[in-house]
Each structure stands twice: as C-alpha cells, then as structure tokens.
C-alpha cells in the first residue's frame, strides 16, 4: 500500500495488485473447500427421498419456482462460492446424462467430502485419499452391475417401465398421481422409441402445460398441440384426414404501399378496387383448394373480411401460428413450409388424421391438437394444474420419468432403491478395503461409510432413527446375503424393495458413483486458492 497525493494535493491510496487477493494454500484451502462444498450438500440432504422436503425459491423479480430436483434447486440458487459451484455443476451433469439422481449425486459428493476431513484430520494426504476414493469407486460400480438385475419388456408389457418410472416419481409433489404420470411418459417414451436400436430421441416428446384443471387432466396426445385456436368461431371444429397448406406468406390481398399514389375520388373507383381485392383473395383460396388443402395454417394474420370470405369458402384457417410451431408441424405432418404462395403445390402439404379444437374450463381459450399425423412419431405430454409452479414443477418431474424410462430402454438393468444398492456397495467396500495393504484402505473404508449416508438421509426424512435403522437394514442384508433391503420410507411394513417395488436404473446408480467420486478428488487436489479480496 503507498500513499500518494493527486495534483489538487488530495491524498489517495495506492493498493498494488497482490494485495487485493486473498490466498488459502495447503491445508486451509482443503478444509476450506470442503466446508463449502458440504454446505450445498446439507440444503439438498434434506430433499432427498419419498418423504423428502422440497424448497422455495425465490428469483430476482418475484417469480417463485417449487421443487424437489436437486439440479432445479442448485441452479435456481444463487451461490457464488467456486466449489459450491462446482457442486452445480456435478448436479446438472447427472442431469445431462442420466436426467434423474440429481439430489442423490449431491447428497453423495457431500459425505465424500465429510469423510474426506476425517481422514485429513488423521493426517493422510489429500492424494492418497482421492486414490483411495477411486479404488473403491471402482468396486463400488463392479459391485453394482454384480447386483443389478435384468428384465424384459417389450412395446406390450410395460409393467416393469412403468414401476421404475413410479419410483423417480415417488418424491416429487406430483406422487398423488405417480401411476397415471409413470404411465404417460413410458407410453410416451414408447411411441417415440426404436426398439431395434434401443434408441430414444426426447426430442420428439414435447411437453406442454397449461394452467387450470387438475393434475388428473394431464394427458398423452399422439400428435402435437398448438395454443391457437380457428380463425372464426364459425369454422368447423374437427377436420379428419386434413390436409394441410403452411404458409409464412401473407394470406390476404396485397396492400397498396405507400409509395404509391392511389386517387380514389369517386364510389365506382373504390367499389372496383374492393372487388379487386376480394377476387383476388378469392383467387388466392381457389388456389388452396385447388391443390386439396383442406385447412391452412399462416404464419401472419389475415383481416377480418378475409377471414368470413374463408369461414363461406369453407376453408378452415389458423392465423398467427409462431415460427417454430411451424416448423414442428411441417416436421409433424410431413409437409413443407410454403415460403411463397405460387410455390404451393399437393405434394408440400402435410397430412394429419384428426386436427381438433378443444376449449378449456369457462375461459374462451382453446387449443389445437394435431393428431395422428403422417409423418412421424412425434407425441405430447399436455400437462394440467392447478398453478403455474404446480406445472412447472411437473414438467420436471416427467423429465425426470422420461428419462429413466429412456435410459432402461438402452439398457434394461436396475438395481433396488431405497439406499439398498448403495448399502450393498458399502458392505462391498468395507470388504475390499482389507485386501489394500496401504494408507488408502483408509480412504476406501471412509468412502464404504460415506456410501451410507443415502441410506441415512433417506431414514432421517423419514422421521425414522437413522443410525438404528441404517444398522438393522444393514444387518439384515448381512445376515441373508441379499440385496434388496432397504429403508422403508413410506412405513409399508416391509424393509424388502423387491415387494415395494421401488427400482432405479442401474447406470443412473453407477453415474452417480463415479461422477461423485470425480468432482470430490477434484476438490481434494485444490490446494491453493487465490481470488480477489472481499470490499
Ligand atoms: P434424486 O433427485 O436423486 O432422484 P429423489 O428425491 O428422487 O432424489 O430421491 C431418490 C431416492 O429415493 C432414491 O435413493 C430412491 O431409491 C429413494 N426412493 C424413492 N422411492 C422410494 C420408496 N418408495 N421407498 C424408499 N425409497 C425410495
Ligand atoms: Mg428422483
């Protein structure tokens, strides 16, 4: 720092760069990041499970966002810690690739971390514990595969899918309708799948939502839906084999531009030049008729003459239909997009089997569905609820469950939920840390305790004991070497997941192992942190 005087001769005060920054090396820096780290474990520990608690989040300008998905949570948070960051980062990667585990990964990176200071504090290097930890990751992931059970499936017999898809959906707020949900997405997941390649392209699966009704309404349609409604009310409201014209020109007799000059100075020059127009328009939908369009979907508006000269010609009409719901129809019906009306011709219409308007509640609001069309496989999930948060939260919550019916699509393994898997693993664990003779046996035991902390979690949002629990759990899969127990969240009665049914995809477990795993070494190698000073 040095004082210094400007040329009024007011002092200043030079601070020269270093000095802004604050540095943690060695130990500190560890302990530093993990303490952070483990803070955006502990919010999301909460949330994990049937019984788990969701989270209220508030967003810059007031609008409030509902939920229990652990990547919705972290990335709605506003944490500006770099290791709390790289925690967000872990969720939203078990996002990417797998869609559901999101809170577990978390919750999972958390112990790591907890242990990992245990086994610092006992003096062992921050390396030999990240090796350790990738030791028994190893085992761990071996271990579940070892476990992990197949079944069969096919376009008919879904049941399995369906359970699975009921567990992912079990701890959200949706659950009051988990079987239906479950039941929408494996169908939906089914229609758009290829069975052959066991490949699934989400794309196809659009998921809408619209406020009002209740979540029972939500419904599968094998088609798309488009939030517009017929041009006048007069219009027929269901057209079956339509064959569609779609244009992103105007549809509607060319305005004079206002370069021109046009002198309309007496009745019959105004009378001509209106019938001029309405010929031409007539023209215009002759010309859609002509083709075989039997309804026609504008990108643009038409006024309202042209709209009752349509509503006599009895050519059905959707006006203002937005770019990219253009394109999905285009894609949806196999049509082409008509870019100028001369080029309009039979072959660039689409076709879809049923086009219906549906009105909702007592609102005049109605939308579009598109229904069996030609081309392709396309389905929508059309969500129903009561508010805005409600079906937002859904929407993430069928993401979830359309992902795990994905994923056991391209590959048909589970293993049991409820903390069994992971309870398994740490009995594995436990075991393959004596065959190390090395420090890291050390690390490999932690990380076999820290596998029990799912378990634990999952007990303690129970309102059950978690240690006593977790022990019996544990002594029961000992003492029968199988499995299958796991934590009873729902009070059922039975501590055996195979009868209650809850299944979680086996490289969504796997994944979140080794992505856990990944970022925790990460952290534990970090050993100098440099950042700016805090003002
Ligand atoms: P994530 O975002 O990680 O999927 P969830 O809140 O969905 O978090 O909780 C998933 C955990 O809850 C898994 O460990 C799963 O096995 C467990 N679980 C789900 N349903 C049940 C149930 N009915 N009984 C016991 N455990 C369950
Ligand atoms: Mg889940």
Redesign the pocket.
Known sequence: MALAFDEYGRPFIIVREQDQKTRLKGIDAQKANIAAGKAVARILRS????K?MDKMLQGPDGDITIS???ATILEQMDVDNQIAKLMVELSRSQDYEIG??????VVMAGALLEQAERQLDRGIHPIRIAEGYEMASRVAVEHLQRISQKFEFDADNYESLVQTCM??L???IVNRCKRSLAEIAVKAVLAVADLERKDVNLDLIKVEGKVGGKLEDTELIYGILVDKDMSHPQMPKQIADANIAILTCPFEPPKPKTKHKVDIDTVEKFETLRKQEQQYFDEMVQKCKDVGATLVICQWGFDDEANHLLMHRNLPAVRWVGGVELELIAIATGGRIVPRFQELTPEKLGKAGLVREKSFGTTKERMLYIEHCANSKAVTVFIRGGNKMMIEETKRSIH?ALCVARNLIRNNSIVY???AAEISCSLAVDAAADKYPGVEQYAIRAFAEALDS?PMA?AENSGLQPIETLSAVKSQQIKENIPFY?????DVGTND?RE?N?F?TLIGKQQQILLATQVVKMILKIDDVISPSEY
């Open positions: 949330s994990l499970g049937p788990g229990n998905d652990g559901d585990g999101t809170t577990g990964v567990t992912t079990s701890s959200k979830d939920g409820g903390g799912v999952l796991g934590i009873d969240c729902n997941m209650q809850v979680e």
